[in-house]
């Protein structure tokens, strides 16, 4: 099977800019959201570095797996995932970088989901709260966890969904790429079916939209990827469009 892809980002109601990046490249296998932070374009600096970086070093390796890699391979992990976690933790390493070279970019930093296909597989990595779902069979189900501090205390039980949805620090990350030096990126791996929409969104979407009516628009627009994404980034600024909006879709074909 073969999968096809879509994008479209947009700047949402309250920004002046997009400080959101994205890619898809189907010749790689390959689809990337970064939602960068840091304010006054160092947070579009950000996102674009990491999407920039992820996907060189994915080229370099596509095909050959033979050349020395700059991080340890863990055995623990499928290739594609070692792929995945080594650009990661290199679009790390470029930001931290480019914050040491120019102070007026301290600060800056990024978000990341991303996926790699090959064959009905697929390997999903993400650090922060941009986030990966599932749409299958008329049923939405979220892949990621957010690293928030507000979804730490809902697993907690110490807040409910709705409350995290108003918290005052429902924006605040507890990981992000430039953040530090040492990350923990979290993967998951699932085989595809033909019809499967996978879907990598910045938090200006799921922010915006609730889940239960995310599966709504799914369900009406499924069928055209293109029309489902416009259809979101509707749905998230006549709710307020807080933040840039991004949103890749993936589609399984038979």
């Known amino acids: 099977m073969t999968c096809t892809f879509f994008g479209k980002t947009d700047v949402g109601m309250k920004r002046n800019h997009n400080e959101d990046a994205f890619l898809t ?4 296998g390959f689809a990337v959201v970064a939602d960068g932070m840091g304010g006054h374009a160092a947070g579009e600096v950000a996102s674009e570095l990491a999407v920039d970086r992820i996907s060189s070093f994915l080229g370099q ?15 623990a992990f499928s290739l594609n995932a070692n792929k995945l976690m080594v650009g990661i933790k290199l679009a790390n390493d470029a930001i931290l970088s480019r914050v040491a070279g120019d102070s007026k970019l301290n600060g800056m930093g990024t978000t990341i989901v991303a996926a790699l296909f ?25 892949l990621t966890n957010d690293h928030s501090w507000v979804s730490e205390q809902v697993r907690r039980g110490l807040i409910t969904e709705e409350q995290a949805r108003v918290h005052p620090m429902k924006n605040v990350v507890t990981q992000a790429l430039g953040g530090a030096e040492r990350l923990s990126v979290e993967i998951d791996e699932l085989p595809l079916e033909p019809g499967d929409l996978l879907l990598l969104c910045s938090d200006g979407l799921n922010s915006m939209v609730p889940g239960d009516v995310m599966e709504e628009v799914f369900t009406e627009y499924h069928q055209n990827p293109e029309e489902l994404i416009d259809r979101f980034i509707h749905e998230a600024n006549e ?5 840039n909006i991004t949103i890749v879709v993936v589609r399984e074909e038979p």
Do not use: C, F, Q
């Open 61 to 75: 390796v596509h095909g050959n797996e033979d050349i020395t890699w700059p991080y340890k391979y863990d055995i």
């Open 239 to 243: 709710r307020g469009g807080d933040d």
């Open 25 to 28: 490249d189907p010749e790689l």
């Open 118 to 142: 090959e064959g009905d597989n697929a390997t999903i990595a993400h650090v922060g709260d941009s986030r990966a779902y599932l749409y299958r069979k008329n049923r939405l189900s979220l």
